[in-house]
């Protein structure tokens, strides 16, 4: 049994590092959880609910900073490269 608790950051299974807000349904099966999305793939930061089921692993606060960096590095790229077009 997966224990979640707000502010906790976890891998989910697409891949995504995701950071956990809140309960916001309380299914017997799986129940499911407000989450805001950290990296994937340079994609923007959201909030969006995910079911329990869905998630992988439990991250460090570690694990979680270098995905955090990984995006904004790419995004800091992105951004210099369509100035100097």
């Known amino acids: 049994m997966l224990e979640i608790k707000a502010e906790d950051y976890w891998?989910?299974?697409?891949?995504?590092?995701?950071c956990v807000l809140k309960k916001i349904e309380e299914k017997k099966d799986s129940p499911r959880w407000l989450?805001?999305?950290?990296y994937r793939n340079g994609e923007a930061i959201n909030n969006f609910p995910?079911?329990?089921?869905?998630?992988?692993?439990k991250l460090s606060l570690q694990e979680a900073r270098?995905?955090?960096?990984?995006?904004?590095?790419?995004r800091a790229k992105d951004f210099?490269?369509?100035?100097?077009?």
Not at 52 to 57: D, K
Not at 66 to 74: H, I, L, M, S, T
Request: charged residues 35%; without cysteine; proline residues 0%.
């Open 66 to 74: 270098k995905a955090v960096e990984k995006f904004f590095k790419k």
């Open 35 to 38: 989450v805001k999305k950290l």
């Open 50 to 57: 995910v079911a329990e089921a869905n998630f992988e692993r």
């Open 80 to 85: 210099l490269n369509q100035l100097s077009m």
């Open 11 to 18: 891998l989910i299974k697409d891949g995504s590092t995701v």
